[in-house]
Each structure stands twice: as structure tokens, then as C-alpha cells.
């Protein structure tokens, strides 16, 4: 099953069971990001060289048996590996860790990504005792002037909340995104764009 249906499946599954409601505070926001984010960091060696990298992932759909992080291709390093410079490269070694707001480390059971599905990644972990919240997908995309708020880990900076607007869209490679005014640094990579009912309007991408 390719990373689209995974997705797919997964916005179906949360369609009807989590109504809009009411607005939530600033405080109610975090509260809420803190415990559906995740920091994600890595490394990978070719050759003679090590690359590392870090960012965020968050909770966006459950199963009995699984949770589903969405998170950027790019911060689970593989957009690094088969973009190599060195077509001859060979990968010596791979780690790839999550973290919770605990500062547990969550094991990875499967990673599904598509290179060709803009730079989105899905991370599935196998439950365990501690619950986490999954964030609900908005359908429709917010409009000019409206809150938003981010959550992330910019600059090795555990769990950074940032708000701001929807400042405007912008085409990048034939893909549309969404401007924000929030304050969107390295390490928010992956992370939740979320509106003032807590719906994921977008997933949060930095790159230098």
C-alpha cells in the first residue's frame, strides 16, 4: 500500500468522529501540540562522511494496533539518501529515533514514503500503554488572516509553540503551500500547523 492510501485512509478514518467544536485557547493549543508532537533526529554514514538531521512528526490517525506520524521525507532522512551527490555511494550505516514529550523513545516498526509525493512521510509505531492524541485533518484550506499556530523543535529546541496568520499561498514546484507569519524554523520541519479548533491545516517544512 503506497504512502497516499496510507494517508488517505487515514484522513477517511477521522472524517465524522471529531466534530469541530468549540475554539480553543492558546494554552489549550499547546497543551494539545505538546503531547501530539514528536521530535524526530538521525544520522546516516556513506563513505567517509555522517550527515545528521532533526526535526518533528505528529499523531494524525490510530488503529488497534498502531499509531500513524505524519512528518517530512526530509527529516526522516531518505530524500537525503537518494538524492546523493555520489551515485556510487554506499550507506554504512542508518538510525532514525523518536521521541515523546516524556523523552521516551517510541520504537519504529514501518516507514512508508513516496519520493514522489511532495516530502511527506508516514512513521508507524506500535501502541503501548501510554495513550497520545491524534490530531484531526481540516478539509478545506484556511483563508487569508486566519490564526494559526505551530509546534515544533527549531534549533535543537524541544517543543517551540509559535503563532501567527495565514499570510498568503505560494506555488513551489507546482505544489501549492500555504505562508504563515508563525515563526517556522529548522527542527519545526515536520511538525503541526494547526487552526484555533485544532485541525492540522498544514505540515510545517523548513529547509536551508
Known amino acids: 500500500m503506497s504512502l497516499f492510501d496510507y494517508f488517505s485512509a487515514a484522513r477517511k478514518f477521522m472524517e465524522g468522529i471529531l466534530p469541530?467544536?468549540?475554539?480553543?485557547?492558546?494554552?489549550?493549543?499547546?497543551?494539545?501540540?505538546?503531547?501530539?508532537?514528536?521530535?524526530?533526529?538521525?544520522?546516516?554514514s556513506e563513505d567517509s562522511s555522517t550527515t545528521e538531521w532533526g526535526g518533528s512528526g505528529f499523531f494524525i490517525a490510530e488503529n488497534e494496533d498502531y499509531y500513524y506520524i505524519l512528518t517530512n521525507l526530509h527529516i526522516i532522512g531518505f530524500d537525503s539518501m537518494i538524492f546523493s551527490e555520489n551515485p556510487n555511494f554506499k550507506i554504512k550505516s542508518y538510525e532514525l529515533f523518536l521521541l515523546d514529550s516524556d523523552e521516551k523513545e517510541l520504537k519504529i516498526d514501518t516507514i512508508f514514503f513516496n519520493r514522489y509525493l511532495i516530502d511527506t512521510a508516514i512513521i508507524l509505531i506500535k501502541k503501548a500503554r501510554?495513550?497520545?492524541?491524534?490530531?484531526?485533518?481540516?478539509?478545506?484550506?484556511?483563508?487569508?488572516?486566519?490564526?494559526?499556530?505551530?509546534?515544533?523543535?527549531?534549533l535543537s529546541h524541544s517543543y517551540n509553540f509559535s503563532t501567527g496568520i495565514i499570510s498568503g499561498y505560494e506555488v513551489i514546484n507546482g505544489i501549492e503551500c500555504i505562508r504563515t507569519d508563525a515563526a517556522i524554523n529548522p527542527g519545526n520541519s515536520g511538525g503541526p500547523l494547526v487552526d484555533e479548533y485544532g485541525r492540522v491545516v498544514g505540515i510545517n517544512s523548513f529547509k536551508d
Do not use: N
Not at 468549540?22 to 546516516?44: H, N
Not at 501510554?130 to 527549531?154: C, W
Open 20 to 44: 469541530i467544536g468549540r475554539k480553543f485557547s492558546p494554552q489549550e493549543i499547546a497543551g494539545l501540540l505538546l503531547e501530539s508532537t514528536v521530535v524526530i533526529y538521525g544520522t546516516f
Open 130 to 154: 501510554k495513550e497520545y492524541p491524534v490530531l484531526q485533518l481540516r478539509e478545506d484550506l484556511p483563508f487569508m488572516g486566519e490564526r494559526v499556530y505551530a509546534m515544533g523543535h527549531p
